[in-house]
């Protein structure tokens, strides 16, 4: 596109409105910023492939079995060496942890005593105004007294399972699941109920309706925002008739809403369906772990008020405390503002990374293969010609040092057999590529 | 007794060799050092008061219900202007904090990227490594690739009891037992049976081995050294002899070892019954929250082979990873060998502690009362006169702003009515000088 200073000549406007101008259209992804170089128009984000079909998934509720399985895959996402098309891990370069440990060197010096306590139930104040803060973006006007923090994400819904539901209870699930999802349900004896899901807009309502007449679900674990794998956003009008749905029948909805703040769209984040729950049926949850700490183990929940005092008692039963310092780290971090300005870098780097193993998956694999576009997040999910197995290909990749996420660990069933999951946060490089390349030719000769 | 230089003079010996006699002594609990002053004698650390009975609970395992007014209690234990003598929280003076914290704000100086990372378990393998080292001291060779690291003990525990047992089994206890272990049972609706404990020997072996025949039992959960509340330590052969009922009858014992290094005697530390668990059956767990960081959320636990892969899964899904900065930090402080000297004044300073609360106990408190001796750990076990009800007593106290932890919460029947247990971890002062008169003279009323 023309310089700023050339635009602002022809157009006889200032500078700084055309670099206004100019910040507009990056934020809504159509240009950007090179540094020391000028604007350029951006690739489109929506590659040509078709996307997947809408999910058929198996009606009968399953003790999930897919454990072993994703504990390899898990393991080998961090293993230098190894293609990290695995594991949804967010990348160093991804992640503040500078900032965040000088923060907390300093808070460390000026509080010896507050910095190492049982930080029992509800958790780190600060954290929880912060946290509340935010989550007026996404529609949602939440009390700082609402929150508890957790362990992660991980806990919060580990804790929100065990507040709504028993072992052998019925969980609806999208489908695909976030295999982690499943996990957590194998681990604690319930059973998993796969609803057909929009790769675009998640859970459909139509079928969920179906399976809530016609199964005893005792709740609903949805990632409402870029879910993992597929990226799907459910449509704010959709979620309002989630959640009305939900509480005319009295079945919780437990809402992981983990890649939340991870849109490529930076004009603003979707909203949760918290913001909906007028009546105390939802059980938002989310954590720092994809978007600043991954190690901090900092995450929290927020129950309506007849689940409370469970839940803090199942926290207490459960690690006890959530870390107190990195909360107090966090806390200042969100304070001080920096988090949206590394939040527009990352989402910006992200929006790119993903557009960039799309456009290589399509040119390496076999025809007919379909490629979700994602609103968020960083990870692709791809449907390969039915010839293709997904755990034959993961193996033989894994010979190659290529780790994938095959897709029948994102069914209790085994289903998504033609299915993978492509992480796509790392930076997009020649091992990426020769990686990519790799997979297209082992998929096109099944 | 006579200074360094008289003795020395006065024996004909050097002045090195009076020292190390006296640091011997020292270590014993026989004398001790005032600082610019000499060394004095000690009184003894028994005190006159009985201790209290064997306990006689009751048989049939129970569904346990004491959540709630733990809650209260550990809620009120931080709370400013109340006397803490309810949770058994270490102090601050007794936590290295700033030394962990310049080791933590060094390691993230060298290494943004080592500090901040999804540790999935095992965990942290320089910690692993300083643990294992230190089980040697209490008889027991373990591996480092045994160790899986845990948010906490209480997660250890939490996912050991998942591991080998299921809702509905029996997990049978001392009795009292610690309120943190019935909490956990209670939220996993597993059912406690307890069992007949000496506050000086811990569990019988004769009652336990009746409720194996008599009962289902699925699991033992026991802390072998310095129980809370009674402080009680098993002795090596019943430990061995623990060790071998068990594997006989092929149930798992779940060891809670987080006293294991506040033993008063310093010339060493109790074994541990891992020590003796040749046949692959004891699952050991510990933590650092009680010795160095309650706040960092940092234990561990070592399941023999047949647990590991679940004990994996079940971190996996319960808090997905333990918080790796933490990790890093404990295992440097432990490498430079830091903790043997910490360790060192915390065990003078518990000892000292303890016997004062004790010796309060004695002055204040209506005839008939009994107190335990503990070896360790920083609590009291009280038996008041029958006609006292400790639940009354508590809530009494709290009007004046005294927290105390009531015997029913020790039990998951509500026996030991006329019970209390006393933290004596923080300094002697006034205010518990007035707390404990008043608790006497409250309890005097009844």
Redesign the interface.
């Known amino acids: 596109v023309p310089s700023v200073r050339k635009l602002s000549a022809q157009l006889s406007v200032s500078v700084s409105t055309v670099l206004q101008a100019y910040r507009i259209l990056e934020d809504r992804g159509r240009i950007e910023a090179r540094p020391q170089s000028g604007y350029y128009v951006r690739p489109p984000l929506a590659p040509a492939a078709a996307v997947p079909r809408v999910s058929r998934p198996s009606s009968v509720p399953t003790k999930v079995t897919v454990?072993?399985l994703?504990?390899e895959m898990?393991?080998l996402s961090?293993q230098p060496g190894v293609a990290p098309l695995g594991g949804a891990?967010p990348p160093?370069q991804c992640?503040p942890?500078?900032q965040?440990?000088r923060i907390?060197?300093a808070i460390?010096?000026r509080t010896?005593?507050g910095?190492?306590?049982?930080?029992?139930p509800p958790g780190c104040k600060e954290l929880r105004v912060q946290v509340a803060r935010r989550y007026i973006d996404a529609g949602c006007a939440l009390s700082p007294d609402e929150l508890i923090t957790t362990?992660?994400c991980?806990?919060a819904l580990?804790l929100c399972l065990?507040a709504v539901a028993?072992?052998g209870d019925v969980i609806a699930l999208e489908s695909p699941a976030y295999y982690?999802h499943l996990?957590?349900i194998?681990?604690?004896?319930m059973r998993a109920l796969e609803i057909p899901t929009c790769p675009q807009d998640g859970v459909s309502l139509d079928a969920l309706r179906f399976a809530l007449d016609d199964k005893p679900v005792r709740a609903c674990l949805f990632v409402t925002n870029f879910q993992n794998p597929t990226g799907a956003v459910m449509p704010d009008e959709t979620k309002r008739e989630l959640v009305e749905l939900l509480a005319a029948r009295d079945v919780p909805l437990i809402e992981d809403d983990i890649y939340g703040d991870l849109g490529f769209d930076l004009r603003g984040r979707p909203k949760v369906c918290k913001a909906y729950d007028a009546g105390g049926n939802v059980l938002l949850c989310g954590s720092f772990?994809k978007t600043l700490?991954?190690?901090?183990?900092v995450g929290w929940c927020a129950p309506p008020p007849r689940w409370r005092?469970a839940l803090?008692?199942?926290k207490?039963?459960?690690?006890?405390?959530?870390?107190?310092?990195?909360q107090l780290a966090i806390a200042e971090f969100l304070a001080s503002g920096g988090y949206d300005h590394h939040l527009r870098k990352v989402r910006r780097y992200y929006a790119q990374q993903v557009q960039l193993v799309s456009a290589a998956v399509q040119r390496a694999f076999p025809e007919g293969t379909r490629v979700t576009r994602p609103a968020g997040g960083h990870v692709l999910w791809v449907e390969m010609p039915p010839r293709v197995d997904a755990l034959d290909l993961h193996a033989r990749a894994l010979e190659r040092k290529i780790n994938i996420a095959p897709g029948p660990i994102f069914s209790a069933k085994g289903k998504f057999r033609n299915f993978i999951r492509l992480n796509c946060a790392l930076r997009y490089d020649e091992m990426i590529e020769r990686a990519l390349i790799t997979l297209g030719r082992l998929a096109g000769d099944a």
Chains 1, 2 share one sequence.
């Open positions: 454990g072993s994703i504990m898990l393991k961090t891990i160093d992640l942890t500078k965040l440990n907390q060197a460390a010096r010896s005593r910095s190492n306590f049982y930080d029992l362990c992660g991980t806990e580990n065990r028993r072992p982690g996990q957590i194998e681990a604690l004896g772990s700490a991954p190690g901090a183990r005092d803090e008692e199942l207490v039963t459960t690690t006890m405390a959530t870390p107190s310092l990195p």
